[in-house]
T-cell receptor, first 117, second 113 residues
Framework: DTEVTQTPKHLVMGMTNKKSLKCEQH?????MYWYKQKAKKPPELMFV???????INESVPSRFSPECPNSSLLNLHLHALQPEDSALYLC????????????????FGEGSRLTVL | LAKTTQPISMDSYEGQEVNITCSHN???????ITWYQQFPSQGPRFIIQ???TKVTNEVASLFIPADRKSSTLSLPRVSLSDTAVYYC??????????????FGSGTQLTVLP
């Protein structure tokens, strides 16, 4: 299984709603990532988890709250978002372990397309 | 983090070889060069990675000169399905930790019939 599964694929929410994006992988990867991608722009790194601990937060506003309940799951909790937060949210995972054969390849999900009204 | 510069767009015809060059003047000694492909509304997909000289796999080749300040992704005999955005990334490959990879602006490759 070399898949990263993201749900939901599409989400529409109002600015006062609370919603969550979910990401799951069963490749035994110990590093997981959230990226945000606006139309015709490159993905922007938001958060990095390593061994279920938050290791990088790229100065993301607090209305985005990541959570890593276990090594296979990564959530992104959304609250009080703005219309400009509408984007494709991509989850990725990588091996992140001590293995000299590790290429460091990031495996991406298909993304969750978020629209904030 | 090393910054990368790529052409914004390229056009090619089916069956031709396509070379996309990426500039990364401030690459660090421990940095690897990685290329990803992205189709619309999909996540990026790993193509190839290298440190120096030449790397080849079943879909592409990666050429890296001795000074490592640039790299060239070579796609042999492209088809219409190779139309996508191609990203060059530079970053450290550290065992035991996650990778902090920053995407550059990418190159939109359009393959014409």
């Amino acid at each position: 299984d070399t898949e990263v599964t993201q749900t939901p694929k599409h989400l529409v929410m109002g600015m006062t709603n609370k919603k969550s994006l979910k990401c799951e992988q069963h490749m035994g990867h110990r590093a997981m990532y959230w990226y945000k991608q606006k139309a015709k722009k490159p993905p922007e790194l938001m958060f990095v988890y390593s061994y279920e601990k938050l290791s990088i937060n790229e100065s993301v506003p607090s209305r985005f709250s990541p959570e890593c309940p276990n090594s296979s799951l990564l959530n992104l909790h959304l609250h009080a978002l703005q219309p400009e937060d509408s984007a494709l949210y991509l989850c990725a995972s990588s091996f992140g372990g001590r293995d000299r054969t590790n290429t460091g390849e990031l495996f991406f999900g298909e993304g969750s397309r978020l629209t904030v009204l | 983090l090393a910054k990368t510069t790529q052409p914004i767009s390229m056009d090619s015809y089916e069956g031709q070889e396509v070379n996309i060059t990426c500039s990364h003047n401030n690459i660090a000694t421990n940095d690897y060069i990685t290329w990803y492909q992205q189709f619309p509304s999909q996540g990026p997909r790993f193509i190839i990675q290298g440190y120096k000289t030449k790397v080849t796999n079943e879909v592409a080749s990666l050429f890296i000169p001795a000074d490592r300040k640039s790299s060239t992704l070579s796609l042999p005999r492209v088809s219409l399905s190779d139309t996508a955005v191609y990203y060059c990334l530079v970053g450290r490959l550290s065992s035991g930790s996650a990778r902090q990879l920053t995407f550059g602006s990418g190159t939109q490759l359009t393959v014409l019939p």
